[in-house]
């Protein structure tokens, strides 16, 4: 079946420099996609969504694009923290008008590592 | 997120027990679920409710059943624990958004996660 994946598995970024973390999804239907941050013993977080007419939308040092030519989704986080470091799941859904959902389909996390 | 508990924490059982994982929410939203999720894996859907009168299966249904007792309150059963239903299991409730006049973007879906219950069955 179809399902949502990522690019790299683990991801070292210096303190202070911008990342990146990417998300190939594969099904066309989906029209929302939500950022979760997880750190270790935690549940996942809600970081920034976007919705399909959308390409690009901006929270607090994050900013999220979508291509839905390539069906693609990156995370931009600015000027990374040590607190920044935590796995990054992204999830897409399938949202019908008259209020029905199919659930969130996760991809399988990317291990973003702030070095010092 | 301290408006989705979790309870217990932790739970450690053996194979063809009863278990029973609680979630409660002070949000106020209606829809609820039940994840799991593996090491190296992300979350996979088992149950959701949009209502108290609404049950549906998720990717992972098998080996679990749900119960509804309340807006507020979601349980996830394990009728005879198996060794591969170790994981650990997130309830989640959601903030469902519909289109709003003017807006040309899908209804939105936000879901928010508790902290986690961690199984494990011996």
């Known amino acids: 079946g179809e399902s949502v994946g990522l690019h790299l598995p683990t991801l070292s970024v210096q303190e202070g420099d911008n990342s990146i973390i990417n998300c190939a999804y594969s099904?066309?239907?989906?029209?929302?996609f939500i950022w979760y941050k997880q750190e270790s013993g935690k549940g996942p977080q809600f970081i920034i969504d976007?919705?399909?007419?959308?390409d690009k939308r901006q929270g607090q040092r994050v900013t999220v694009l979508l291509n839905k030519t390539v069906k693609h989704l990156s995370l931009q986080i600015a000027a990374t923290q040590p607190g920044d470091s935590a796995v990054y799941f992204c999830?897409?859904?399938?949202?019908?008008?008259?209020?029905?959902?199919?659930?969130?389909?996760f991809g399988k996390g990317t291990h973003l590592i702030i070095q010092p | 997120d301290a408006d989705v508990t979790q309870t217990p924490r932790n739970r450690i059982t053996k194979t063809g027990k009863r278990i029973m994982l609680e979630c409660s929410q002070t949000k106020g939203h209606d829809r609820m679920y039940w994840y799991r999720q593996d090491p190296g894996l992300g979350l996979r859907l088992i149950y959701y409710?949009?209502?108290?009168?609404?049950?549906n299966k998720g990717e992972i249904s098998d080996g679990y059943s749900v119960s509804r007792q309340a807006q507020a309150k979601f349980s996830l059963s394990l009728e005879s624990a198996i060794p591969n239903q170790t994981a650990l299991y997130f309830c989640a409730t959601s903030d469902y958004r519909p289109r709003t006049s003017g807006s040309l973007g899908p209804p939105t879906d936000t879901q928010y996660f508790g902290p986690g219950t961690r199984l494990t069955v011996l």
């Open positions: 999830a897409e859904e399938i949202m019908y008008s008259g209020g029905g959902a199919d659930g969130l389909t």
């Open positions: 976007i919705r399909s007419n959308m």
């Open positions: 409710s949009f209502d108290v009168k609404d049950i």
């Open positions: 099904n066309s239907a989906s029209d929302y």
